[in-house]
């Protein structure tokens, strides 16, 4: 009776191990989607938490190259954690234009 619940038990380890590497695998695919998918403008997360707008990529020497308020930093591929959504940077964008109209109205 015990080799045969040793068994099961060795069954679901091994089949739980395979669904959590597969698990990462997708992860990893994904992550790397975004990574190649990196260009000029797009704003950048470091796993520092450093925020910047990538300025140039390298994908030969995978390497990408971020303005931060105007300085010029160079990172491996591997240290940007997450890719911003173009919505966020629009909307920044769109508030900054709606507060220099209401100043200008007020100006009149």
Do not use: C, H, W
Not at 70 to 75: A, D, E, M, P, S
Request: aromatic fraction near 6%; glycine fraction near 10%; charge should be negative.
């Amino acid at each position: 009776m015990q080799g045969g619940s040793l068994l099961i038990m060795l069954v679901l380890m091994v089949g739980l191990m395979y669904f959590m590497s597969r698990s990462q695998k997708k992860q990893y695919q994904k992550r790397m989607e975004s990574l190649n998918k990196l260009q000029k403008g797009n704003e950048v997360i470091t796993i520092g938490g450093l925020y910047g707008t990538i300025d140039e990529v390298d994908t030969e020497r995978k390497t990408v190259v971020l303005d931060v308020d105007g300085v010029y930093l160079t990172f491996e591929l591997g240290a940007i954690k997450t890719v911003l959504p173009v919505s966020e940077g629009i909307s920044a964008t769109a508030t900054e234009g709606a507060s220099s109209d209401a100043d200008s109205a007020i100006e009149e």
